[in-house]
């Protein structure tokens, strides 16, 4: 159960089966960053870190889960008004099924205040790889984009900083409001999650599209290797022009009245479950 919130086998085949295990099957990865390198512009598509003050490489120990490096987004004060600092990264035309497995840290003093956005994951047409930009407020039509945000949310104070983590999803039979202007629906466990601020977790997410013109969808997120919530009967599409084909890392608050930071390690996206490192 989750609560939303208005924002098999023959004989023959089962010799086969034990032949071919799930084990021998080879994920592929689609795109890792484990931030070692020292460059952000050759692996991701847009880096959107205007001064050094908004982000960059972390180098200080204290800030890095593992190697000498992570990624700092800053979103500085901005006198209430927004303020962002965001990675993007693009792989058209796209999949069908993929697992996002990254390390995150929120700043001790974390506390974006009611609204804001974190990790956003997605589909574009295969064709235009911007078709879910600028769609804020509006109803995904089933062949021009969906998306599903990873983001803590404080609902109004009702949970502390940095939040509860949930989806914030767009699709087309998302619950709706009279004044057409419809922002994502905020999908939480029903027993919400309110990370600690100062710490390293581990995030999953996975995201199954439907097979057009079936209700067959579904997505799940992981905290620490557990699974907290797993949405299914998801319509995600109605057509196979849709496909998952870009994230984003971002630290967007809606009106920024301090400084907030968070950093992020070890990102790897594959067709398969990755689950968190394995540690001495």
């Given at each position: 159960?989750?609560?939303?919130?208005?924002?098999?086998?023959?004989?023959?085949?089962?010799?086969?089966?034990?032949?071919?295990?799930?084990?021998?099957?080879?994920?592929?990865?689609?795109?890792?960053?484990?931030?070692?390198?020292?460059?952000?512009?050759?692996?991701?598509?847009?880096?959107?870190?205007?001064?050094?003050?908004?982000?960059?490489?972390?180098?200080?120990?204290?800030?890095?889960?593992?190697?000498?490096?992570?990624?700092?987004?800053?979103?500085?004060?901005?006198?209430?008004?927004?303020?962002?600092?965001?990675?993007?990264?693009?792989?058209?035309?796209?999949?069908?099924?993929?697992?996002?497995?990254?390390?995150?840290?929120?700043?001790?003093?974390?506390?974006?205040?009611?609204?804001?956005?974190?990790?956003?994951?997605?589909?574009?047409?295969?064709?235009?790889?911007?078709?879910?930009?600028?769609?804020?407020?509006?109803?995904?039509?089933?062949?021009?984009?969906?998306?599903?945000?990873?983001?803590?949310?404080?609902d109004w104070k009702k949970y502390p900083a940095p939040g509860a983590i949930c989806f914030a999803s767009s699709w087309p039979e998302m619950k709706t409001k009279s004044n057409k202007v419809n922002y994502s629906n905020h999908i939480l466990p029903e027993v919400p999650f309110v990370p600690e601020r100062g710490r390293w977790y581990c995030f999953e997410v996975m995201i199954g599209l439907n097979e057009p013109g079936k209700s067959d969808g579904e997505q799940a997120f992981w905290i620490d290797g557990k699974k907290l919530l797993h949405m299914k009967?998801?319509?995600?599409?109605?057509?196979?022009?849709?496909?998952?084909?870009?994230?984003?890392?971002?630290?967007?608050?809606?009106?920024?009245?301090?400084?907030?930071?968070?950093?992020?390690?070890?990102?790897?996206?594959?067709?398969?479950?990755?689950?968190?490192?394995?540690?001495?």
């Open positions: 159960m989750t609560r939303f919130y208005s924002f098999f086998l023959p004989s023959l085949l089962c010799c086969l089966l034990l032949v071919i295990s799930p084990s021998q099957v080879q994920a592929e990865i689609i795109f890792a960053d484990d931030f070692e390198t020292g460059e952000l512009t050759a692996n991701w598509s847009q880096v959107n870190i205007d001064t050094p003050a908004h982000g960059g490489f972390e180098t200080n120990p204290e800030h890095v889960f593992s190697g000498s490096r992570s990624l700092r987004l800053t979103a500085v004060a901005n006198d209430g008004k927004s303020s962002r600092a965001q990675v993007m990264r693009w792989f058209m035309p796209g999949y069908n099924r993929l697992y996002y497995r990254w390390y995150a840290k929120f700043a001790p003093d974390f506390d974006q205040g009611n609204h804001m956005h974190w990790t956003m994951i997605g589909g574009n047409n295969i064709n235009d790889k911007y078709s879910a930009f600028g769609k804020a407020g509006i109803v995904p039509n089933g062949t021009d984009f969906f998306t599903s945000m990873l983001d803590p949310w404080t009967d998801i319509r995600w599409r109605d057509s196979d022009i849709l496909k998952l084909n870009f994230m984003w890392f971002a630290v967007y608050i809606h009106k920024a009245v301090q400084d907030n930071t968070c950093w992020y390690d070890n990102l790897v996206i594959s067709t398969e479950y990755i689950g968190p490192l394995k540690t001495d």
